[in-house]
Nanobody, 124 residues
Framework: QVQLAESGGGSAQSGGSLKLSCAAS????????MGWIRQAPGKEREAVAT????????TYADSLKGRFTISHDSAKNTLYLQMYNLEVEDTAKYYC?????????????????WGQGTQVTVSS
């Protein structure tokens, strides 16, 4: 069964850090574009980072100001999102998603596989 499972969300203080994980199962993501997408209550979904696994090419939302890093571990078939210097505005549900698509950027709006999401709450 093709599946993405996020973990690592939780609560943090403004200025703190969190690391999200996304375990992929049922498929090998080597030829996939993997992304982290977040959605806050009442706001539109926002892609925050992508990585094209086969080349390691990454893209990020400009609004993040370099505070997030996307990475992966092929041996574990796991995607990560390291978040630094968290802001209250980062509060959202974070999803990982996958699509077999070489045009892999944060501008991509369609993904074929989604995880269930993990909540990140940042307080001041």
């Amino acid at each position: 069964q093709v599946q993405l499972a996020e973990s690592g969300g939780g609560s943090a203080q403004s200025g703190g850090s969190l690391k999200l994980s996304c375990a992929a199962s049922g498929f090998s993501y080597n030829r996939y574009c993997m992304g982290w997408i977040r959605q806050a209550p009442g706001k539109e979904r926002e892609a925050v980072a992508t990585i094209y696994i086969v080349t390691g090419t990454t893209t990020y939302a400009d609004s993040l100001k370099g505070r997030f890093t996307i990475s992966h571990d092929s041996a574990k078939n796991t995607l990560y999102l390291q978040m630094y210097n968290l802001e209250v505005e980062d509060t959202a549900k974070y999803y990982c998603a996958a699509i077999r698509e070489p045009q892999c950027t944060v501008g991509l709006s369609v993904y074929h596989i989604w995880g269930q999401g993990t909540q990140v709450t940042v307080s001041s």
